[in-house]
């Protein structure tokens, strides 16, 4: 339910009008809580409809009636994911060390730790990411961190570093039958700004590509995708598997030239019956032509749109606030910039639900300082619609809870493990070593 608050009211109405009935709703107080059943019920009636709606309170201070102008609601037809993860960290570097990761009830209020770094040696813990489907992954860091990936229930920690490779996994995407992980390596650091309207710049040094087959435990990757030439991260699956989808950039030295860095979107062919990647990288999408650089791909699992990051330079654009969601249609190439869902803050950290009908994504949008998860819808057209706050049992948590939210990741089986597991598994389980392979 949209819960909401009106700070003046003692009283509110709200009243729904749709195609199968009409609804009311009342509450003592300034804040509106709709009853779930009452909420789903109407809901399921409407589903594919427009709700015309009213809302009336009482000044608290005057006593006076007042009513706001009417607005309408589309019910989708089709359903959100059954939980949502996020990272909670505060929106300043100097305290990044206190973390937790969050799973959410979509269908409730319900929510639960997946990991907390208290009780973790304060270890940096994030990337939760899905394929929706049972395999997921969390990277920790720290002394005794590592990879924790859970394959339909059953839980290893990996270390993912090799002598072969730039270092241990990053960013990183699950194909969709659960096999395979594509991950970037890098040298990630940061540097201050001297300008007064820039607070910080993240920045790679260097980065390249690798995959992980989880069957083997083996990792590979390719001259296509290695090198001190070109610069790779945020790579994802094809929907098919066959393809990787990644941002590549000229490596240039940093950080005098990392305003000057604008990364392209690059495929490279996969084979998912050998895990081999391709010997040779096509530019998709320039970022320079379009006067942007890329970042955060993510294919949506019916193949047909790429959502990504689009900011002025860089690669991490969570500190810009001129970051937006682009939509670009993979049969065609034609790129919506999603003028009804963007807004200036920093719109970033972006994932699907597993029928391709609803994003969710972090949003700076309400202040320009702290992140905050918004859903949308994107109907089989492409089209972007409206967001609208992850709603919560009581919304102040918004304005109460100083911390960001980020990486939101829609998926649709519960995640097996909680915070007391990740804890153990940082504290007291080996890695398993994951072997290299070369891409011959």
């Known amino acids: 339910p949209l819960n909401f608050r ?24 300034s804040l509106m809580k709709f009853p779930i059943k009452r909420w789903k019920s109407m809901l399921d009636a409407e589903k594919g409809g427009k709700l015309d709606v009213e809302v009336r309170y009482r000044d608290a201070g005057s006593g006076e009636d007042v009513s706001l102008p009417s607005f309408q609601w589309t019910v989708a037809e089709d359903s959100i994911d ?6 909670l960290i505060s929106p300043a570097y100097e305290v990044w060390n206190i973390i937790s990761v969050e799973e959410r009830d979509m269908e409730t209020f319900s929510t639960r730790l997946l990991g907390d770094n208290s009780n973790a040696d304060k270890c940096c813990m994030n990337c939760h990411t899905s394929n929706g489907n049972g395999t997921s992954f969390m990277h920790l ?17 990996l270390n993912t570093k090799t002598d072969s490779t730039m270092g241990g996994a990053v960013y990183g995407d699950i194909s969709r039958d659960g096999r395979y992980g594509v991950f970037a390596a890098a040298n990630i650091t940061f ?21 992980i087959d989880f069957d083997s435990l083996t990792v590979t990757d390719s001259r296509a995708v290695k090198g001190e030439e070109y610069q790779e991260t945020f790579p994802c699956f094809s929907a098919d598997g066959r ?13 005098d030239s990392t305003m000057q860095m604008k990364y392209d979107i690059a495929a490279v062919r996969f084979d998912p019956a050998t895990g081999c990647l391709g010997d040779s990288v096509i530019t998709l999408v320039s970022g320079a032509r379009h006067g942007v650089s890329f970042s955060h791909l993510k294919c949506s699992p019916d193949n047909r749109f790429l959502l990504v990051t689009a900011a002025s330079y860089g690669t991490f654009p969570v500190w810009h606030p001129e970051s937006e969601l682009w939509l670009i249609d993979m049969n065609s190439g034609k790129i919506n910039t999603m003028p009804a869902t963007n807004a200036y803050g920093a719109d970033t950290y972006h994932s699907w639900s597993s029928n391709s009908r609803w994003i969710a994504f972090a949003s700076k949008r309400d202040d320009n300082i702290y992140g ?6 994107i109907d089989k057209d492409g089209n972007a619609c409206k967001p609208f706050l992850m709603p919560q049992k009581n919304p102040d948590i918004y304005k109460t809870t100083m911390k960001s939210y980020n990486l939101p990741e829609l998926y649709r089986v519960k995640e097996v493990y909680n915070a007391r597991s990740t804890a153990s598994f940082y504290n007291r389980i080996e890695c398993e070593q994951v072997r290299y392979k070369s891409n011959k």
């Open 191 to 211: 540097a201050m700004h001297s300008q007064w309207n820039r607070r910080m710049e993240v920045y790679d040094t260097g980065s390249d590509l690798l995959v």
């Open 82 to 87: 059954h939980y949502m993860s996020y990272r």
């Open 141 to 157: 860091r720290g002394a005794n961190g590592g990879t924790i990936l859970n394959r339909g229930g059953k839980l290893i920690k």
């Open 6 to 29: 009106i700070d003046a009211a003692d009283r509110i109405t709200v009243n729904v009008n749709g195609s199968s009935g009409n609804y009311s709703f009342k509450s003592h107080g």
């Open 243 to 255: 393809v990787i989808l990644f941002c590549r950039a000229r490596h240039l030295e940093q950080p």
């Open 372 to 377: 905050r998860p918004y859903i949308a819808y």
